[in-house]
């Protein structure tokens, strides 16, 4: 009889044992990973995805079900959607190299010849060596640096003579910002501009337009990557326009190597391949590190779609809130007659004089991110974020649209409100919040941001201080929801742009400071 009742206090032992073992198990894997969408075999969580065109937005509305931070299945792969700043910090800041990978996909793949370019490849040597050199040669052309002002101004004087010619009808702005916003980075990469109407500059919209409709958009074929075997109308579409921009791309290459010195920099080519030739000259292996002219072509096309295809569309969400908030766009120019007047054009040193200028663009940047979703980043090693265990591999989305959106952050968030960048007396002050991140933060934090902040300032300074932007009779206001993509764009709208009193007949470049020349 004992023995039975050793063997069943036994049994109950080895059994609870069992028990809290799972249980434990539970506890330690289940609740230290993130709450999770429904998940099916094969397709995932892609059915309660099914419907939405603009993912941040369903993502932000998520959160009231799963909380800040989720996870789903796309098709066979785990992503984690981050709706908070804090837990975007500790992926892009505190735990940056773990988290510093991208997922390959068939679209990026095609643009970027396998991953050879800056912001769609993976974490590697490679990877860090061209953002070091990108980095270097767009400090030579950055901040405080007169050339790259003289360049802005230069295309921000061209774009405000056509305004004028174009003066009360109603236009779509867009080819015309393209086409300033271009010839800024073009003499950056290339050290050349186009003339409107220059059909190599016409190709280069159309092909810009056609890879920012197709590529790094979570399209059914970056998920499953076997349906490329089939006919695919975005492929096709993305295909045609990479292989345009290859053209490009590669006459500008052919003409730099004919006339390249190592004495002299003229571009960011020119820092590329010098960077190239002193490491064969150094016998680093340019192969090796990664230096090869696939490297190079990819990593300008990146700089080149980037810089294009961002500040462009910043300028349009301006001019489309502008038209929207022309008590705004008052302020601004009342600002600009005080501290500017109508004698001089506005110069990146009246930055620190224009406080309600500098709000609005932060406040444009805020209420529509560029890059809503910034580009996916890569678990590189299992870590966590928060509370959660995450494993390698997963795929992290950055939700900036929430971040900008968060209503425990800033107060009625989906207001156009400049002045909260503002203290009381109406000066600068430091964001009302910091779940504020424009450009991204940490490792990948966006190589064009001084750039960027520079040409917004002065494209816009220009403008108003010649012209009041408003809507054409009988259009109507400008859709404020925009297209997703890469990046978020507005749809199409018309402006009527007409010159303020004072500048009906001097209307370009006042004498005391001219910078029509070279
Ligand atoms: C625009 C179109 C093009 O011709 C080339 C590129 C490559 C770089 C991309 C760019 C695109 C869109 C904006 C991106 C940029 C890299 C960083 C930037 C995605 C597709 C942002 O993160 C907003």
């Known amino acids: 009889m004992e023995w039975f009742i050793y063997t069943c206090v036994f049994a109950a032992v080895v059994l609870m044992g069992f028990y809290m073992k799972r249980k434990m198990r539970g506890f330690l894997i289940d609740n230290r990973s993130p709450p999770s969408l429904p998940s099916f075999p094969v397709i995932g969580s892609l059915l309660c995805l099914k419907g939405h065109s603009l993912p941040h937005i369903f993502f ?3 959160q009231k079900k799963y909380g800040d931070m989720y996870s789903l299945m796309m098709g066979p792969h785990k992503v984690l959607i981050v709706n908070n700043h804090l837990h975007a910090k500790e992926v892009l800041l505190k735990k940056g190299k773990i988290f510093a990978g991208r997922a390959r996909t068939v679209t990026t793949d095609i643009l970027t010849r396998d991953g050879k370019d800056i912001a769609f490849a993976d974490y590697s040597n490679t990877w860090r060596f061209h953002r070091k050199i990108v980095h270097g040669a767009l400090c030579m052309f950055g901040e405080g640096s007169a050339s790259i002002e003289k360049i802005i101004c230069r295309e921000a004087s061209s774009l405000c003579e056509v305004l004028t010619d174009l003066q009360s009808c109603a236009v779509d702005l867009a080819p015309e910002l393209t086409h300033a916003v271009t010839n800024v980075v073009c003499s950056l990469c290339f050290n050349s501009s186009y003339k409107r109407g220059d059909p190599e500059f016409e190709g280069m919209l159309q092909y810009s337009q056609g890879i920012v409709n197709t590529v790094a958009k979570d399209s059914l074929v970056d998920i499953f990557s076997w349906l490329q075997l089939f006919p695919n109308e975005d492929l096709r579409i993305l295909k045609h326009c990479v292989s345009m921009r290859d053209k490009l791309l590669k006459k500008k290459y052919e003409e730099h190597k004919v006339d390249y010195s190592d004495n002299v920099q003229r571009d960011l080519l020119d820092a590329l391949l010098r960077a190239k ?25 990146d700089i080149f779609g980037a810089g294009v295809e961002t500040t462009t569309t910043v300028l349009k969400w301006s001019i489309a809130y502008l038209i929207h908030h022309p008590q705004v766009q008052k302020k601004i120019q009342e600002e600009l007659d005080s501290k500017i007047g109508k004698d001089r054009h506005p110069l990146l040193n009246d930055r620190g004089n224009l406080p309600y200028l500098e709000a609005t663009i932060r406040e444009v940047l805020r209420i529509r991110p560029v ?46 409100i400049p002045e909260r960048f503002l203290d009381k007396e109406g000066n600068s002050a430091s964001p009302p919040s910091l779940s504020y991140l424009p450009f991204g933060a940490g490792i990948r934090v966006c190589l064009g941001e001084a750039l960027a902040k520079m040409e917004l300032f002065l494209f816009l300074s220009w403008i108003l201080q010649r012209f009041t932007l408003g809507v054409p009779s009988g259009q109507p206001l400008p859709d404020l929801q925009g297209k997703f993509g890469v990046v978020l764009q507005p749809q199409k709208f018309k402006v009527e742009a007409r010159l303020r009193p004072g500048w009906e007949k001097n209307t370009q470049v006042p004498q005391n400071n001219e910078v029509k020349s070279d």
Do not use: C
């Open 277 to 301: 030739s002193s490491s064969e000259n150094n016998n680093t292996g340019s192969q090796e590190i990664g230096l090869t002219e696939d490297h190079l072509l990819m990593t300008v096309g």
């Open 371 to 416: 890059a809503p979703l910034l580009i996916p980043h890569v678990a590189l090693s299992d870590s966590s974020i928060g509370e959660y265990n995450i494993q390698k591999g997963t795929r992290v989305i950055i939700n900036l649209w929430s971040i900008h959106h968060d209503e425990k952050e800033w107060k009625n968030p989906d207001l156009f």
């Open 60 to 62: 932000q509305q998520l």
